[in-house]
């Protein structure tokens, strides 16, 4: 018997793992293990724990509709698969790989588990378009790419000679297997946690990630370009939350972006951002480590709760962290121009605004975070440069000439002219002239310390 874990793969189709399963041809135990320390109860009550668990919640329903077995336990991970392989016949453990460091640290022990226990375990490659260490291998390279242009090219070339179609096996071909009743109990999902699934498995609206695709595709794509940054329009896919959870193929995604002309460059474009910070995570030792580089006042505990309850006195970043803490959701731009304004404007380590971000976004993914806040942050590859702030008011001016984003989120100003609507309020928290040039100077000095 195989035993198959889910971790960031919530869905039946196009796993490779599934292939190699089918290929055994022998039956297999399919578990999620809700792991306390990933779960604290902090971040499933937030947006993004509970889009996780939206995401768990539709899984468990895919299996049940495919008449298969789908078993969610509640334990450390290590300490379920050793009484899971002291249960079941299990020869081999199979999982898709993830890269950050606790799930790095996480696959390590349970490998050194499975082989103390005579099992193998194996790691496939499952979440990326490209499959990373065959780009690598192709492209000739030790080093990852640190400019993303030149990333993007032979990227782009890999996929148009090396594209690999999606894999055949879904669920419905696997023989999946039952769990012995005393591991069912012994790793029991919390009541609470249980009661919240129970709830989201009913709520099948809005959960087909392959129905917002399309539309997507077929409403969107063609003014993408024109539109991503106009964020009041809402006219990017809003995809991130099933793409980070697996629950979505980007594999997918792209075969169907082949079938279209218009916008689908630029879109596969986003796209290849996510597989460079990716690629990043996994071949770059320093991406997980920065820390605190810049503090650059006294004030940052202040200054933090004011941008993080959106009380800034900046009109489009209180909007924008309006939007966030009430929806989970912010538009790529917007997350641009609040981290950048909280780590250069207000002075704040980078980590106190991803910290914030990890419990609010409800596409909430640790590599892209990351990656995001260190670009704001003037560090890591190809970040933005040190001197380049962006202006809140400027881009609010440039993106939302009307202001009617900041009308939506701070009812309170949606009687100020288009012209006033952008400008900081009385009393805004900071001058933006003059923490700009700080940050300059600050920023300036650390990194040509460094
Ligand atoms: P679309 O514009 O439709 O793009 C399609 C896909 O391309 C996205 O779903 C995403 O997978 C990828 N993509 C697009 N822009 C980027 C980018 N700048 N970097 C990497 N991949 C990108 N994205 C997350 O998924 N999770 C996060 O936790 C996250 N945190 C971020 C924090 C900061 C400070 C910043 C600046 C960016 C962050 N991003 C994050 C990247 C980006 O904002 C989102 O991927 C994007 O807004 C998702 O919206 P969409 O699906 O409508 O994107």
């Known amino acids: 018997m195989i035993l198959f874990i889910h971790r960031k793969d919530l869905r039946t189709i196009d796993l490779p793992a599934f292939d190699a399963i089918h290929s055994a041809g022998v039956a297999s135990l399919h578990v999620l293990i809700l792991d306390p320390f990933l779960l604290r109860k902090e971040r499933y009550l937030e947006h993004s724990g509970y889009n996780f668990l939206t995401q768990v919640a539709r899984l468990h329903q895919d299996y049940i509709l495919a008449g298969k077995q789908l078993h969610i336990l509640y334990g450390e991970p290590d300490i379920v698969v050793k009484k899971l392989v002291q249960t079941h016949p299990i020869e081999q453990i199979l999982v898709h790989t993830d890269y950050t460091p606790y799930a790095v640290k996480r696959d390590k022990q349970l490998n050194a588990t499975a082989s103390s226990l005579g099992i193998r375990f194996q790691t496939y490659s499952g979440s990326m378009l490209c499959d990373l260490d065959e780009f690598m291998e192709w492209s000739g390279r030790a080093e990852p790419y640190k400019v993303f242009t030149p990333f993007y090219r032979r990227w782009r070339t890999f996929l ?9 096996t879904g669920i419905k071909d696997l023989q999946t297997a039952s769990l012995e009743q005393s591991v069912a109990t012994t790793f ?178 640790n590599v892209l975070n990351r990656g995001g806040w260190l670009w704001s942050s003037s560090l890591g590859f ?21 202001g009617s984003y900041i009308r939506t989120w701070l009812p309170e100003l949606t009687e100020l002219s288009d012209k006033e609507i952008h400008l900081p309020r009385p009393g805004a928290i900071v001058d933006l002239k003059s923490s700009r040039a700080l940050a300059i100077e600050t920023y300036k000095q650390i990194l040509q310390s460094k």
């Open 382 to 402: 190809d970040a933005s440069p040190y001197f380049r702030i962006m202006n809140p008011v400027t881009q609010s001016q440039t993106h939302d000439p009307s």
């Open 188 to 365: 029991r999902v919390p009541d609470e946690v249980e009661r919240l699934l129970r709830q989201l498995s009913s709520r099948t609206n809005d959960l087909d990630a392959y129905r917002k695709l399309d539309h997507f595709l077929s409403e969107n794509l063609q003014d993408y370009t024109v539109r991503r940054d106009k964020y009041a329009e809402d006219g990017t896919s809003r995809i991130s939350r099933y793409l980070n959870t697996g629950a979505i193929s980007v594999r997918m995604i792209y075969t169907r972006l082949t079938e279209e002309e218009r916008g689908a460059e630029e879109w596969l474009r986003q796209l290849a951002w996510r597989d460079f910070y990716l690629l990043q995570a996994r071949l770059d030792a320093d991406f997980f480590n920065y820390e605190n580089v810049f503090d650059l006042t006294s004030l940052g505990t202040r200054h933090f709760e004011a941008w993080s309850q959106g009380n800034t006195g900046i009109p489009v970043i209180d909007a924008a962290m309006h939007q966030l803490n009430e929806t989970g959701w912010m538009p790529n731009r917007l997350r641009m121009i609040t981290a950048m304004f909280l780590t250069k404007n207000l002075g704040c380590p980078f980590i106190y605004g991803e910290r914030y971000f990890r419990l609010k976004l409800s596409d909430y993914d």
């Open 160 to 168: 148009t000679e090396r594209f690999r179609p999606p894999y055949s």
